[in-house]
């Protein structure tokens, strides 16, 4: 059996979200309950891919992989925010170029960027 819940970030289970066994067909999807639960009962053995969806919500992870090839239970948890919230951002760090290098700036390499909200310190 494989059974879980959908929550949002804050907590608050989400209702009515398709959780579905990736590659099994629509016998393999269940609605979330008021209680953001849901519940594959009497599944063979196997390796199971698991993916919640809807249009408007990411899910963190986006799928898991379960395992019940030697297990015979397992528990998963999905957590969702609004894809509103989310932006991308891409680019790269450059600093100044040697004096005399024929060039103003040169990338550098392994520099990782964090970006965090508005008024949010630094964690």
């Known amino acids: ?7 949002l970030i804050g907590g608050e289970p989400l209702a009515g979200i ?6 099994r067909g629509e016998d393999m999807l269940r609605l979330t309950s008021e209680n953001g639960k849901f519940a594959f009962r009497d599944l063979p053995p196997g390796v199971y891919l698991v993916a919640p969806h809807h249009p408007e919500l990411e899910f963190f992870p986006p799928y898991r992989a379960i395992d019940l090839r030697d297990a015979r239970h397992a528990e998963i948890h999905f957590n969702a925010a609004p894809s509103v919230i989310f932006h991308r951002v891409c680019g790269f760090v450059v600093a100044p170029a040697p004096p005399g290098s024929g060039t103003e700036l040169v990338p550098v390499p392994a520099i990782q960027v964090r970006a965090n909200l508005v008024g949010q310190p630094n964690e």
């Open 1 to 7: 059996m494989i059974e879980g819940k959908v929550t």
């Open 18 to 23: 398709p959780v579905g066994i990736v590659g």
